[in-house]
């Protein structure tokens, strides 16, 4: 069964730094998604992804989050210069529609992000 | 004002037994309908979708009544392995892609 992968599956950095963070959607898939849980926190909706644009953020993706898709196969999802409370679990999703079409999200494994 | 609410309980029932959570959300444009379940430090995974007319998986069924904004999961014969947080999760209006998900309702289901 395809599924979603994400690399690193925990990344580790010191607040300020740049970390990048990368995903493999399910290969025809159309829209991809970044999701954020904090620990003992609900999942809560970063960004979607469609035909190489953003289509929709959320307040937390603020300047300092960006997305790209820099090829065929790789979503990232870059910070810029990390917060604490960045810290987090990180879950990337994909889908070959959107929700209201019916179609479901699939997510990948996650990456905790550990912010020092 | 919170998209989407459940009961965070923790449910424990013995297996076999039926047990039901609901959930509440906000936006009445809302157009699709989840139950995921997540495990323990793990991703959300698609339980099932959950229709106008309500749906039956298994031992699972959903429920929806768009006029009280309300969603419901049954679980009828409960497993160990149906131990998890159940996460309601609402597509929040017309046309967006992204979903709102609920704080989840820990079951665990006891030998």
């Known amino acids: 069964e395809p599924e979603v992968t994400q690399t690193p599956s925990h990344q580790v950095t010191q607040m300020g730094q740049e970390v990048i963070l990368r995903c493999v959607p399910i290969?025809?898939?159309?829209?991809f998604y970044w999701y954020r849980q904090i620990l003992g926190q609900k999942v809560e909706f970063l960004v979607s992804?469609?035909?190489?644009?953003?289509?929709?953020k959320s307040e937390i993706f603020d300047d300092q989050f960006s997305v790209e898709r820099p090829d065929g196969s790789n979503f990232t999802l870059k910070i810029r210069s990390t917060k604490l409370e960045d810290s987090a679990m990180y879950f990337c999703?994909?889908?070959?529609?959107?929700?209201?079409?019916?179609?479901?999200?699939?997510f990948g494994p996650g990456t905790r992000l550990t912010v020092l | 004002r919170k998209e989407v609410e459940q009961d965070p309980g923790p449910f424990n029932v013995p297996e076999g037994a039926t047990v039901a959570f609901n959930c509440t959300y906000s936006?009445?444009?809302?157009?699709?309908f989840f139950w995921y379940r997540q495990d323990c430090r793990k991703e959300p995974k698609l339980l099932m979708s959950v229709y106008s007319s309500g749906n039956e998986d298994g031992r699972f069924t959903a429920q929806l009544n768009r006029a009280s904004q309300y969603i419901s999961l049954l679980i009828r014969d409960s497993k160990l392995s149906d131990s998890a947080t159940y996460l309601c999760?609402?597509?929040?209006?017309?046309?967006?892609?992204?979903?709102?998900f609920g704080t989840g309702t820990r079951l665990t289901v006891i030998p």
């Open positions: 936006n009445s444009a809302s157009q699709s």
């Open positions: 992804f469609y035909n190489n644009e953003i289509s929709e």
């Open positions: 999760v609402v597509n929040n209006e017309t046309g967006a892609n992204n979903l709102f």
């Open positions: 290969s025809n898939h159309l829209y």
């Open positions: 999703a994909s889908s070959e529609a959107t929700p209201q079409a019916g179609d479901t999200q699939y």
